[in-house]
């Protein structure tokens, strides 16, 4: 991750990671992946896209911690800097549930995300966010799992994670470097399979998923965690 400023973490590996650090801590992962079948439809998408479903959520923790907090829930904002699709407005979200926040494989996924960056930056404070997303494709759209492109989140890592994919193909996630430069591309596949990214020194996007059978519909759930240093 530090001479990279990216790195692929396959599920198994994520997992044992996991369980050495509680060994309780996905014992309620099925009921983890269900609630992302409770996502809200996001309207603010400006190209019109009824793809993605999502939910949010505000967080924080001390310099140096793998404690968090949840914070009273406030709007999702991007500059159009970094987000020239949907960004220069405060986007409003349905509140990640108390149950998902309080359930083991999200206490733990943040713990281990708190434990990763702050010893990469330990003298900074953090904002945190959450995002259930799904994605879903049908046969009049495709999903688009980055609709404004290649791009960066405007904080300084983000890691994200498959919690369950259905009936679908592509969705590779592609990391360049700040000249657009593709550097690597890898597809998030297994429930669990982890990316994490240093967006201060990198850009990312993920290829738009089409169905498999087209009888059936598609979608794509992922959990999307976001550090910025408090300053």
Same mark, same amino acid.
């Given at each position: ?5 990216f790195?692929?973490?396959p ?6 990671i ?6 309780t801590?996905l014992q309620?992962?099925?009921?983890? #992946?269900?609630s992302?079948s409770?996502?809200?439809?996001? &309207?603010?998408m400006?190209? #019109? ?9 505000t967080?924080?923790a001390?310099a140096a ?5 949840k914070?009273?829930h406030?709007?999702?904002?991007? /500059?159009?800097?970094?987000n020239?699709?949907?960004?220069g407005?405060?986007?409003h979200?349905?509140?990640i /549930?108390d149950a998902v926040m309080? /359930?083991? /494989?999200m206490?733990?996924l943040l713990t281990?995300a708190c434990d990763i ?5 330990p003298?900074?404070?953090? @904002?945190i966010?959450?995002?259930?997303? $799904?994605i ?10 980055t609709?404004?492109?290649? @791009? $960066?989140?405007?904080v300084?890592?983000?890691?994200? =994670?498959?919690?369950q $994919? ?5 969705g590779?996630t &592609?990391?360049y470097d700040?000249n657009k430069?593709?550097?690597d591309q890898?597809?998030?596949t297994?429930?669990?399979d982890?990316? =994490?990214v ?6 990312h996007?993920? &290829?738009p998923?089409?169905q ?8 794509r759930?992922?959990l ?7 300053t």
């Amino acid at each position: 991750m530090t001479q990279k400023n990216f790195c692929f973490i396959p599920a198994e590996q994520v997992r044992s990671i996991l369980q050495q650090q509680q060994a309780t801590a996905l014992q309620d992962w099925k009921a983890f #992946q269900n609630s992302w079948s409770d996502l809200a439809l996001d &309207t603010y998408m400006a190209d #019109q896209g009824s793809y993605r479903k999502r939910k949010h959520a505000t967080l924080s923790a001390p310099a140096a911690s793998r404690l968090w907090q949840k914070e009273a829930h406030q709007p999702h904002y991007q /500059s159009l800097t970094y987000n020239n699709l949907n960004g220069g407005i405060a986007r409003h979200y349905a509140p990640i /549930s108390d149950a998902v926040m309080q /359930s083991h /494989s999200m206490n733990n996924l943040l713990t281990l995300a708190c434990d990763i960056f702050s010893q990469l930056m330990p003298e900074h404070a953090w @904002h945190i966010e959450a995002h259930q997303f $799904r994605i879903e494709a049908n046969t009049k759209q495709a999903g688009l799992p980055t609709p404004e492109g290649v @791009h $960066r989140d405007g904080v300084n890592f983000v890691m994200m =994670l498959m919690v369950q $994919r259905s009936n679908m193909v592509n969705g590779a996630t &592609t990391i360049y470097d700040l000249n657009k430069n593709r550097l690597d591309q890898f597809v998030l596949t297994n429930p669990l399979d982890m990316a =994490l990214v240093n967006d201060e020194q990198v850009f990312h996007g993920v &290829t738009p998923i089409m169905q498999l059978d087209s009888d059936r519909l598609a979608s794509r759930d992922v959990l999307v965690i976001t550090f910025r240093r408090k300053t």
